[in-house]
């Protein structure tokens, strides 16, 4: 079966500017979780998505936003980008919520290639 | 407080040896679940290993092994005769629910390099 696919694959953006990323998860996944990926930081958690209602947030700024539809698949939004921004954003989909675990034990994440954002 | 430390950032080997990724882990919880995802040059994380806070049993997959000991919170992970597509960062991570706080707090990562 397909795999998570993020689009797009690349983009350059410059200060001020807005971007949009999107994120399909595997058939059947229902949370959809976002992370930020730099040198320095490793993976920080943005948000997790499950059923088109944000569950959990990290520690982000207002800028980072994001979206699920009613297909499971997911967007976020950075606005007003700052040079820091740049980064790998990885998409993660999971049956049942990806963060924290359940009686019937914590979900395996499958992971997208990533959407890099390179802001300039 | 939780957290997942891994020590060694880069690590770097000749094709054939063994290798250890060390990662110690912080946490108030008795339930807790484990994982290990290995990251390749392509980008997306591959899950490798999970494993909850009951069951202590080391665990073996081919050229992968993982000794998860609780007395020391670490949940290390060996290579054996490690090859080149071996050359990936690895992730560890814990999953934790404390004061219904959901959570999967990762560690920053082990580069590994295997050269032929």
């Known amino acids: 079966k397909a795999g998570v696919t993020q689009t797009p694959r690349y983009l350059i953006k410059t200060r001020g500017q807005q971007v949009t990323l999107s994120c399909s998860p595997i058939?059947?996944?229902?949370?959809v979780s976002w992370y930020q990926q730099t040198p320095g930081q490793g993976l920080q958690f943005l948000f997790e998505?499950?059923?088109?209602?944000?569950?959990n947030k990290g520690n982000f700024p207002g800028r980072f936003s994001g979206r699920q539809f009613s297909n499971s698949r997911s967007e976020m939004n950075v606005s007003t980008l700052e040079l820091g921004d740049s980064a790998l954003y990885l998409c993660?989909?999971?049956?049942?919520?990806?963060?924290?675990?359940?009686?019937?034990?914590?979900?395996?994440?499958?992971f997208g290639a990533g959407s890099r954002l390179t802001v300039l | 407080a939780q957290k997942v430390t891994q020590a060694q950032t880069e690590i770097s080997v000749v094709e054939k040896e063994d290798v250890t990724l060390d990662c110690v882990y912080e946490?108030?919880?008795?339930?807790?679940?484990l994982f290990w995802y290995k990251q390749p040059p392509s980008g997306e994380l591959v899950f490798l290993i999970r494993?909850?806070?009951?069951d202590e049993q080391n665990e073996i997959s081919g050229r992968y092994s993982w000794n998860f000991q609780k007395s020391t919170s670490s949940f290390n992970f060996t290579i054996t005769a490690s090859q080149v597509v071996d050359s990936a960062v690895y992730f560890c991570?814990?999953?934790?629910?404390?004061?219904?706080?959901?959570?999967?707090?990762w560690g920053l990562g082990t580069s590994l390099a295997v050269n032929p």
């Open positions: 993660a989909s999971s049956l049942a919520r990806g963060q924290g675990f359940t009686s019937s034990g914590a979900n395996v994440l499958t």
């Open positions: 058939s059947g996944h229902r949370s």
């Open positions: 998505y499950f059923s088109e209602t944000q569950r």
């Open positions: 946490t108030r919880d008795t339930t807790y679940y």
């Open positions: 494993r909850n806070s009951f």
């Open positions: 991570a814990l999953s934790s629910n404390a004061g219904n706080n959901r959570k999967l707090i």
